[in-house]
C-alpha cells in the first residue's frame, strides 16, 4: 500500500506544474532519497533522482515530525527569494512514507508589493498635496470674499462721496447767486455799498472755484467708480472660477481617496505569502 500511495502522487506530480499553470519546483521521496525532482524556470537546486536526503534538510524533518514545513527564504540566503512548502506523505496507519516539496519564486511578488507600495505612497503624497490645493483655494476664496466686500464698501463711499459733492455744487450755485444778488444791490447802493461789493466779487470768485473743483472731483470719483465696477465684475469671475476649480479639487480628492484606499488594499494583498 505504501508504494501504491508514492506512485500516486509520482503519477501526478509531474503534471502539477501544467495543472496549476504556475512556475513551480516539484520534487517527491520518501524516507531516504528523492524519487522525482522537476526544477522551476527561476528555481533549480540542480537534485539529482536517487540523492540521499540530508539530515538538516527541511525534508529529513518534515519526515520525522510528520509535519507540514511552510518557509520563506530570503533573497539573501540562496540569491533569490521563495515559498518553500514540504508535506508529508502518510499512508492508511498516519505513518509517513515520504513527502511533497514544492518551491515557488517570490520575485514577482516582491516587485508587485514593492511597487504597490511605491504606488501607495506617490497617491499618499499626491492626496496630501491636493489637500494643500484644496486648502488654498478655500483660503483664496475667502480673501476674494473679503475683497469683495472691500469694493462693494469701496463703490458705497463713492456713491456718498458723489452726494456730498452735489451737496457742494449746489452749495456754490447758491452762493454764486448770492454773490450775483448782493453785487447788484452794492451797485445801487453806490458809495457807500463798494466795501459790499468787494464781498460779494469775492464771494462769486469762491463759488466759482468750489463748483470747478467739484466737478474735478465728481469726474475722478466718477471714473473711480467706473474702475470700482470693472474690478468687482473680474473679481466676481475669479471667484466663480477658485469655486469651480475648489468643487473640482474635491472631487480629486475624493476620488484619490478611492484609489489610495485600492492601493492599500493592493499592497496587503501583494503581503499575503
Given at each position: 500500500?505504501?508504494?501504491?500511495?508514492?506512485?500516486?502522487?509520482?503519477?501526478?506530480?509531474?503534471?502539477?506544474?501544467?495543472?496549476?499553470?504556475?512556475?513551480?519546483?516539484?520534487?517527491?521521496?520518501?524516507?531516504?532519497?528523492?524519487?522525482?525532482?522537476?526544477?522551476?524556470?527561476?528555481?533549480?537546486?540542480?537534485?539529482?533522482?536517487?540523492?540521499?536526503?540530508?539530515?538538516?534538510?527541511?525534508?529529513?524533518?518534515?519526515?520525522?515530525?510528520?509535519?507540514?514545513?511552510?518557509?520563506?527564504?530570503?533573497?539573501?540566503?540562496?540569491?533569490?527569494?521563495?515559498?518553500?512548502?514540504?508535506?508529508?506523505?502518510?499512508?492508511?496507519?498516519?505513518?509517513?512514507?515520504?513527502?511533497?516539496?514544492?518551491?515557488?519564486?517570490?520575485?514577482?511578488?516582491?516587485?508587485?508589493?514593492?511597487?504597490?507600495?511605491?504606488?501607495?505612497?506617490?497617491?499618499?503624497?499626491?492626496?496630501?498635496?491636493?489637500?494643500?490645493?484644496n486648502a488654498g483655494s478655500d483660503k483664496l476664496l475667502n480673501t476674494i470674499f473679503q475683497v469683495v466686500e472691500t469694493v462693494k464698501q469701496t463703490e458705497k463711499n463713492v456713491k456718498e462721496s458723489n452726494e456730498i459733492i452735489s451737496m457742494i455744487q449746489n452749495i456754490a450755485s447758491q452762493s454764486n447767486l448770492l454773490g450775483l444778488?448782493?453785487?447788484?444791490?452794492?451797485?445801487?447802493?453806490?458809495?457807500?455799498?463798494?466795501?459790499?461789493?468787494?464781498?460779494?466779487?469775492?464771494?462769486?470768485?469762491?463759488?466759482?472755484?468750489?463748483?470747478?473743483?467739484?466737478?474735478?472731483?465728481?469726474?475722478?470719483?466718477?471714473?473711480?467708480?467706473?474702475?470700482?465696477?470693472?474690478?468687482?465684475?473680474?473679481?466676481?469671475?475669479?471667484?466663480?472660477?477658485?469655486?469651480?476649480?475648489?468643487?473640482?479639487?474635491?472631487?480629486?480628492?475624493?476620488?484619490?481617496?478611492?484609489?489610495?484606499?485600492?492601493?492599500?488594499?493592493?499592497?496587503?494583498?501583494?503581503?499575503?505569502?
Open positions: 500500500m505504501d508504494i501504491d500511495d508514492l506512485d500516486c502522487f509520482l503519477q501526478v506530480m509531474p503534471l502539477l506544474k501544467d495543472i496549476l499553470q504556475e512556475d513551480i519546483l516539484v520534487c517527491v521521496s520518501d524516507k531516504e532519497k528523492i524519487l522525482y525532482y522537476r526544477p522551476s524556470e527561476t528555481l533549480d537546486f540542480k537534485i539529482k533522482i536517487g540523492q540521499k536526503l540530508s539530515a538538516d534538510s527541511p525534508v529529513y524533518k518534515c519526515i520525522k515530525e510528520g509535519k507540514i514545513f511552510n518557509n520563506i527564504v530570503p533573497k539573501e540566503l540562496l540569491g533569490i527569494a521563495f515559498k518553500s512548502i514540504v508535506y508529508p506523505i502518510k499512508n492508511a496507519h498516519g505513518n509517513v512514507i515520504g513527502t511533497v516539496s514544492i518551491g515557488r519564486s517570490l520575485e514577482n511578488q516582491f516587485r508587485v508589493e514593492e511597487s504597490t507600495d511605491t504606488l501607495f505612497s506617490s497617491l499618499e503624497e499626491t492626496n496630501a498635496t491636493i489637500e494643500e490645493i444778488n448782493a453785487a447788484i444791490e452794492a451797485a445801487r447802493a453806490g458809495e457807500s455799498g463798494r466795501g459790499f461789493s468787494i464781498v460779494a466779487i469775492e464771494m462769486r470768485k469762491l463759488a466759482q472755484l468750489s463748483g470747478e473743483s467739484s466737478k474735478k472731483v465728481s469726474s475722478a470719483l466718477s471714473e473711480i467708480s467706473t474702475k470700482v465696477n470693472e474690478v468687482l465684475s473680474i473679481i466676481n469671475e475669479a471667484q466663480s472660477i477658485s469655486e469651480m476649480q475648489g468643487a473640482a479639487t474635491q472631487e480629486i480628492t475624493a476620488t484619490l481617496e478611492e484609489i489610495t484606499a485600492s492601493a492599500q488594499i493592493l499592497v496587503e494583498i501583494a503581503k499575503l505569502r
